[in-house]
C-alpha cells in the first residue's frame, strides 16, 4: 500500500500542506504549475531572491533561506530538475525546510536552462540555438563557480559587518544526479573550489554510467533518435516544461514505462504519472545534456564533450575527446544511491568510489528494498529515508566523526 504512495509523494504531502494553509480544491489543481517562488510565497516563508550572472552570460537566480551567521548549504538539482525539487514536499518532508529548521543557511540553484529561474541571458534568449549549447560540463564551468563565489563572498561580508568574525569561506554541497558530474568538472578545471567546499553529498550521482543504465538498448536508442529528431526541427530543449504532461496524455503506455523505470517500483499504478504532470519538477533540458551523458555511458570514462574529430581538434588539440584529470580533487564526498535506481545503478555509483575518485569517504544504500532516480525528490518517506541521514552525516562531519562506511 505504501507503495502506492511513494510516487504520488508531491500531490499527497503538497494535498495535505495546501489545505493546512487554507487553499480550494481549484487553487490545488492550479499547483501543477507552481514554481518554488509559489511555495514560499504561500506558505509565507522568509526567503531571498539573488541573481548570479555566470562567465558566459546566463542570469541564474538564486533562492534562499537565510539564516545569518549558520553554515550555508547549497542544494543543486540535476537531470530535468530545478530547486522546486528540493521543496515540494512542504516544510515537514522537503529537505530545503528541513535543513533550515536545523539551523542551516540554504541556497537553491537554478542551473542554465532549467525552468523557470535558469532561462535569462545577457544576449540570448531561450528560443536560441545558442542558448542550448550546454551540457553538464557548462554548469560545472560556469554556473557551479559564479554562485558558489557569490554565496562565499556574501556570507562573508555578512558575518564580518554584522557578527564582527571572520569565518572559512566554505559551503556545504548537495547535488542530485548529474549535479555531481558538474560539481567534478567544477573541481577538475578550477581546484581552487577544492578549498572552498566542505562536504560534497551526491544523490544519485551519474558520473559512471557505463554497462550500468537498465534501459535496454533500444530504448536508449529510441531516445536518442528523439533527440536527432529535434534537433532537425530546431526544437534544440527537450521537453520543455508541461511537455511530459501533455506526452502523457497522448501516450500513456511510453509514459508509464518511463515512469516505472526511474521514478519508483515495477508497481504499476495510473497515480505514478503525476510526477510527470508538474510543470516545473521535470522538465527537459538541452540535447547536448542528454548527449553528453550517452557519450561517457558509451566511453566508459568520465570525458569532455565530444564534438568529432574537426571541432575536437580546435578545441581540445586532440582528435578525441579528453578525460577530464580528477586526480586532484580533495573535497570530501558521500555518494548515496537506491537499490533499484535504473540510471545510477547501485553498481555504477560503487564503480565511481572504486575507480575514480580519492576523496570518497562513504558509499551510503538507502534503507529501501526499491528507491529509484526520482524518489530522492518525491518518495514520501524522503524524510527519514535521505534528508535526515545527510544532516546527520553532516552533523558527524563537523564533530571529526564520520564513520567510513562503503555499503
Ligand atoms: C508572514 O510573515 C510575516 C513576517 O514573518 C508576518 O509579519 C506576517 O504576519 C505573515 N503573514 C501571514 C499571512 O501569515
Ligand atoms: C533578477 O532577475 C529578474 C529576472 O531576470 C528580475 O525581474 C529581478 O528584478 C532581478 N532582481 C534583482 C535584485 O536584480
Ligand atoms: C569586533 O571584534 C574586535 C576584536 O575581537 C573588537 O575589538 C571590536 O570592538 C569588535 N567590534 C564590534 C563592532 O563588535
Ligand atoms: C592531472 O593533474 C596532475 C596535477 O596537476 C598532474 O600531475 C597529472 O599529470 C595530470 N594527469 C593527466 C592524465 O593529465
Not at 567534478?184 to 572552498?196: D, I
Not at 569532455?304 to 577530464?324: F, K, L, R, T, W
Not at 551510503?364 to 528494498?369: C, E, F, G, K, Q
Amino acid at each position: 500500500m505504501c507503495e502506492l504512495d511513494r510516487f504520488t509523494g508531491c500531490s499527497i504531502i503538497g494535498a495535505a500542506v495546501l489545505i493546512a494553509i487554507g487553499l480550494s480544491w481549484a487553487e490545488m489543481e492550479d499547483r501543477k504549475s507552481w514554481t518554488t517562488l509559489d511555495w514560499l510565497q504561500r506558505l509565507n516563508y522568509s526567503h531571498e531572491l539573488h541573481n548570479v550572472t555566470s562567465g558566459d552570460g546566463y542570469q541564474l537566480q538564486l533562492q534562499r533561506l537565510p539564516r545569518l551567521g549558520a553554515r550555508p548549504v547549497l542544494l543543486v538539482h540535476g537531470l530535468m530538475g530545478s530547486s522546486l525539487g528540493w521543496l515540494c514536499l512542504g516544510p515537514t518532508k522537503s529537505l530545503a525546510f528541513q535543513l533550515h529548521q536545523r539551523n542551516y543557511d540554504v541556497w537553491l540553484a537554478n542551473l542554465r536552462g532549467s525552468s523557470p529561474y535558469g532561462r535569462q541571458h545577457v544576449e540570448l534568449t531561450d528560443v536560441m540555438a545558442d542558448f542550448w549549447r550546454y551540457s553538464f560540463h557548462e554548469h560545472g564551468a560556469y554556473d557551479l563557480p559564479a554562485i558558489i563565489d557569490h554565496i562565499v563572498a556574501l556570507t562573508q561580508r555578512e558575518a564580518a559587518e554584522q557578527l564582527n568574525e571572520t569565518r572559512a569561506h566554505q559551503v556545504l554541497l548537495i547535488g542530485h544526479s548529474q549535479a555531481f558530474n558538474a560539481f567534478l568538472v567544477l573541481c577538475a578545471l578550477q581546484p581552487r573550489f577544492n578549498q572552498h567546499i566542505q562536504l560534497m553529498q551526491g544523490l544519485a550521482p551519474l558520473a559512471r554510467l557505463h554497462r550500468q543504465v537498465r534501459f535496454d538498448a533500444a530504448h536508449v536508442r529510441a531516445i536518442m533518435k528523439f533527440v536527432k529528431k529535434r534537433d532537425k526541427a530546431k526544437k534544440f530543449e527537450i521537453f520543455p516544461p508541461g511537455e511530459l504532461r501533455k506526452l502523457c496524455n497522448k501516450k500513456r503506455e511510453l509514459c508509464e514505462y518511463y515512469t516505472k523505470n526511474l521514478a519508483g517500483s515495477a508497481q504499476s499504478n495510473k497515480k505514478l504519472l503525476e510526477i510527470f504532470s508538474y510543470e516545473h519538477l521535470l522538465q527537459g533540458g538541452s540535447a547536448r545534456e542528454l548527449r553528453h551523458l550517452q557519450q561517457i555511458w558509451k566511453s566508459g570514462d568520465f570525458i569532455s564533450y565530444d564534438y568529432g574529430p574537426i571541432e575536437n581538434m580546435q578545441i581540445y588539440h586532440s582528435v578525441e575527446a579528453i578525460s577530464y584529470n580528477l586526480s586532484e580533487i580533495s573535497v570530501p564526498i558521500i555518494l548515496y544511491f537506491g537499490e533499484t535506481d535504473a540510471i545510477a545503478t547501485p553498481e555504477g555509483v560503487h564503480g565511481i568510489y572504486a575507480r575514480m575518485l580519492n576523496s570518497v569517504r562513504g558509499v551510503r544504500r538507502i534503507a529501501s528494498s526499491k528507491f529509484n532516480h526520482f524518489d530522492f525528490l518525491v518518495s514520501s518517506d524522503v524524510k527519514t529515508l535521505v534528508n535526515d541521514k545527510l544532516i546527520e552525516a553532516m552533523e558527524k562531519f563537523f564533530a571529526g566523526k564520520l564513520p567510513y562506511i562503503i555499503e
